[in-house]
Structures are given as C-alpha cells and as structure tokens.
C-alpha cells in the first residue's frame, strides 16, 4: 500500500498520425522514473496503429460497428450495446468518431495488450527503469450515469489485485474482494487529460510495487459470460 500517487499529465506531444512510433513520441515529451505507470489513450494507439477507416456517406457507422462486432445486446435509436472479439462489452462495439478527421472512424486496436508491450519495452530501453503502460478508452457504466475511462490493455501491472484471504481493518477475512487495478489507474489519469484537453498520455506515479507483475493481460479483468448475472 502506498500513501501518496502522483498523476502528471504529458503535454507537448505532437499529433498522432498513422505509423507514428508512439513511444518514441512519448519518450521525447516525458521524463520517467522507476515504478511509473504511462497510461496512453486508445485512440492515439488506435492512430499509430493505422486503424482508421472511412465511414459510408449514406450507410454511416452502423456497418462498422456491426462488423466489429461478435454480438449485439442491446439497441436502443442509434446506440448499440456490442460485445467485441476482445470480449469488452461496450457502446458501438468501440467504433469512436471523436477527435478523428472527418469522415473516419476509430477502431480499436487490435490487441492492445501487445500495444502496450510494445510501448513498454521500447519505453525501457530507452530510460532504464522498470515502467508499466495501460491503454486506456471510455466505457459508460450500466448501473451508473456517466463515463470513466477503463484498461483495455496493459503491460507490466497486474491487472486485479486479490484480497480474498486477507483481513480487513477489524480483522475479518475478505471472502470476494478483488480490486481492478489497472481500471482505476486508468480513471485516474483521465482526471488530468480530459476528454477535448488533447493530452492522450499520463503518467501515475507512486503506485505499489506488488502491483507491478510480467505476463498479465487485461482479459483478466474481463467477466466470463457463465460469471456474467446480465447476459
């Protein structure tokens, strides 16, 4: 347990086009310590990556979306409840109009888990310290007004913490606790890049190094479809 975490926003960062080496970018415009978490938006992955497509004039987004999806859930007008091949269960299976030129769209990365090993090890080589990279997007929540931005890759952390077998405060014994942490690295570092702010890249400072760990993914904070009450 820490009792202090520092979340700096990093500015300067040109835009992102297609085929940009993004860690590069961001070792140029940030300057990192040991046990540094760099959390860096879905979208200026999703740029880097090349995963810009361009939208039907009459068709609009509706056939992206429904190609990047495995499974619609729900429609509601023009939203759609969509699960992805990665397994996320989101609004327009992901598809993102916002801060793309127009006439595209965003899609996701194709894995971001490799994404961010990528930014991880290149970011490592460049500093010589041990950093972890999230990659983060915006979720709505089903119970809950509101977006927050949540992981959907991650390199270097792991993704939940497990606290069942461990006493609380008063000493009893937590039988289901288990804490996402890389979701709530992530909102913390939405605090300082915003949603129109254009910074796309964080770094969380102070974290615990138990949560620090090789070989994790984000799947594991994905809910299984036989654990899943709502499907």
Do not use: Y
């Amino acid at each position: 347990m820490t009792d202090r975490i520092e979340v700096l926003a990093v500015v300067g960062l040109p835009e992102v086009r297609p085929g940009d080496d993004l860690a590069a970018l961001i070792a140029g415009a940030a300057d990192l310590v040991e046990g540094d978490v760099v959390v860096v938006t879905q979208k200026v992955v999703s740029k880097a990556e090349d995963r810009l497509v361009d939208i039907d004039p009459e068709a609009g987004h509706r056939p992206l979306v429904e190609r990047e999806s495995v499974r619609i859930l729900r429609r509601r007008g023009d939203l759609v409840i969509a699960e992805t091949e990665h397994g996320f269960v989101c609004a327009n299976a992901g598809v993102d109009l916002s801060n793309v030129e127009a006439g595209q769209a965003a899609l996701l990365p194709v894995d971001s888990d490799r994404s961010a090993r990528r930014i991880r090890d290149a970011l490592r080589h460049r500093f010589s310290v041990n950093v972890a990279v999230v990659v983060s997007d915006t979720f709505g929540r089903p119970w809950r007004r509101g977006v927050t931005d949540v992981a959907i890759g991650c390199a270097g952390l792991r993704p939940v913490v497990d606290l069942r077998g461990t006493t609380d405060a008063l000493g009893r014994e937590l039988q289901v606790t288990e804490v996402a942490v890389v979701d709530e690295i992530a909102a913390a570092a939405e605090l300082v890049m915003g949603k129109a702010a254009g910074v796309p890249v964080a770094v969380v400072r102070g974290i615990d190094p138990l949560w620090f760990g090789d070989g994790s993914v984000v799947d594991d904070v994905v809910r299984s479809p036989d654990e899943d009450l709502f499907r």
